[in-house]
């Protein structure tokens, strides 16, 4: 079985697959399959259902939502259920099933390693085979107590942070020029990243594009100081001066 939460909650089984419309239903499952294989208290459950202020008759509202992931998951073939009581509360046993955010986790560390072996090729394959994973974003909708919201912070800031991977190997590779365009958008979405700016001006400059790289510069430090009161920091400062004396440092050959 496969459980997917990096867009919305969907569980696979061969070829079958179905989505939950019950909304406290779906709730129990995000957070047993967030906190696969570790046991959750009811207490936690509760919260992410009705938040701080449940009804008197929680307790046992949530034995029903428990009760009916139980019968979702007990599927053909299967042995046995993978939601378990435990004393101090449930636990979703995967054993060989499979999660998304799991093999999205596993896949950019992948890269990383490839990255810093200077394997560039291979770790652009892995970088974009772990954003592949994704359907949109995490868990759809779906918003909760602690649980779900710090998964879904969490997977979100991953994701951003495998773009910038993926840009940093194209940018390695000579493809400054294929990147600009995912590095404009990445900017417009997410723009007290200064990180996405750095990588857009050196695809521009290296591009022939000079001028346009030090306007995204100017851009950042404007918004920067209107949101932030801030300076852009250490490395678009340095990299301005860079792009401003054609430093040849900043060239493809000199960054090999």
């Not at 992410?48 to 979702?72: C, F, M, N």
């Not at 974003?137 to 969490?154: Q, Y």
């Not at 993926?166 to 940018?171: F, I, M, R, W």
């Not at 050196?202 to 209107?226: K, P």
Request: charged share 25%.
């Amino acid at each position: 079985m496969m459980y997917e939460v990096l867009g919305p909650l969907r569980v696979l089984d061969g070829e079958d697959s179905f989505t939950i419309s019950a909304r406290k239903v779906q709730t129990v499952l995000a957070a047993l399959v967030v906190r696969c294989d570790q046991v959750v208290a009811p207490g936690q459950l509760i919260t992410e259902i009705w938040g701080d202020v449940p009804p008197r008759r929680a307790t046992a509202g949530l034995h029903v939502y428990i009760s009916q992931v139980r019968k979702l998951l007990n599927r053909p073939g299967r042995t046995a259920n993978p939601l378990l009581t435990r004393v101090s509360g449930y636990q979703l046993r995967t054993d060989d099933d499979e999660i998304d955010f799991r093999l999205f986790l596993g896949a950019v560390e992948r890269g990383r390693a490839l990255m810093r072996e200077r394997r560039d090729e291979e770790a652009m394959a892995c970088l974009e085979g772990a954003l592949d994973l994704w359907r949109g974003p995490v868990l759809g909708d779906l918003r909760s107590g602690p649980i779900i919201e710090g998964f879904v912070t969490w997977m979100t800031e991953l994701r951003l942070e495998c773009l910038e991977l993926l840009a940093d190997v194209h940018l390695r590779l000579g493809r400054h020029r294929e990147v600009i365009g995912r590095l404009q958008l990445l900017v417009g979405e997410n723009p007290l990243c200064e990180a996405y700016y750095r990588q857009l001006m050196l695809a521009l400059y290296r591009s022939g594009r000079q001028a346009e790289a030090l306007g995204v510069y100017q851009s950042a430090r404007s918004l920067l100081m209107e949101e932030l009161g801030l300076e852009p920091c250490r490395a678009l400062r340095d990299l301005q001066q860079a792009i401003l004396t054609a430093d040849e440092g900043l060239d493809l050959r000199a960054a090999s």
